[in-house]
């Protein structure tokens, strides 16, 4: 049976208590959807008050330490997502990529910790687009993930995701042509089945994102492989972000 398309909000650094109303509408909406996976990773301070107020949507985080505890001011660990009510968390995302440094062997560590904590994971992956018109966009993106991706125990496959973002495309308006985000989510599907084989590999739901919006969801989420959307800014207000959760629920898979 193929997955339900997966519809990821991310919040980035945005919201107060007072988006909380924007969650209810968004969980309201998702139960008249049930074709489609929607789920939001609000800030940290607001995934507890998420998680108790939904009842449809799932709730998750953008980032977590790789450690479980310790002397780390500041900083989150995946057992603390957890217990605050996240299921999955978000890692390797650019603009921590960037703006924070990590590397890939970060990311993995991070990953391995989330998965030891029971969070489902969302890895990111994308190139710049000096990489995308330099045409090495393919392998570069391919050796990223290959070096983040976390060690998998036999039948947790599912556990993981993977979002392609090219980072050109994040925040910008500007969004990769079907075709691109065809090749690349077919070599990225291709990897994922040389890495844990045929029948696990095809379990991973490969996520696009990057400029994602009601206007151009439907485009986007019927490219083979593409099996869900990991969106910013259009998924600040419920009437965008549901906009897209509905394209996805008319997809031909969906
Ligand atoms: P955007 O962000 O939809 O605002 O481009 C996507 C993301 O960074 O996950």
């Known amino acids: ?8 909000g991310n919040w980035k ?11 209810r509408a968004i969980d309201r909406a998702a139960q008249r959807h049930m074709k489609v996976e929607v789920a939001i990773a609000p800030p940290s301070t607001l995934i507890h008050p998420v998680h108790r107020e939904a009842e449809q949507i799932v709730v998750g985080a953008q980032d977590c330490h790789d450690q479980e505890s310790g002397a780390h001011t500041g900083e989150i660990s995946a057992t603390m997502l957890a217990d605050a009510g996240a299921k999955f968390v978000i ?7 960037q703006g924070q440094g990590e590397g890939d062997a970060l990311v993995q560590a991070k990953a391995e910790a989330a998965l030891a ?6 890895l990111c992956c994308g190139e710049s687009e000096k990489t995308r018109d330099s045409g090495s966009a393919l392998t570069y993106v391919k050796k990223q993930l290959k070096a983040s991706l976390p060690e ?5 496959a ?7 973002e090219p980072i050109w495309a994040i925040g910008t308006g500007k969004t990769a042509t079907p075709a691109d985000i065809g090749e690349m989510h077919a070599e990225i599907r291709a990897l994922l089945v040389e890495l844990f084989g045929e029948e696990e590999g095809a379990e991973v739901r490969i996520l696009y994102g ?13 490219v083979p492989e593409v099996g869900g959307a990991l969106v910013g800014g259009a998924s600040l207000t419920a009437d ?7 394209a996805a629920g008319e997809t031909e898979e969906g």
């Open 1 to 8: 049976m193929p997955l339900r398309p997966y519809i990821v």
């Open 13 to 23: 650094m945005h919201g107060t208590r007072a988006m909380l109303s924007e969650a």
């Open 91 to 97: 890692l390797g995302h650019s603009e921590r990529r």
């Open 117 to 122: 904590a029971g969070l489902r994971v969302i």
């Open 152 to 156: 998998i125990p036999r039948g947790a």
């Open 158 to 164: 599912e556990k993981l995701t993977v979002a392609y």
């Open 210 to 222: 990057g400029s994602v919006k009601p206007e151009n969801a439907g485009e986007i989420l019927n």
């Open 240 to 246: 965008s972000f549901m906009g897209i959760a509905l």
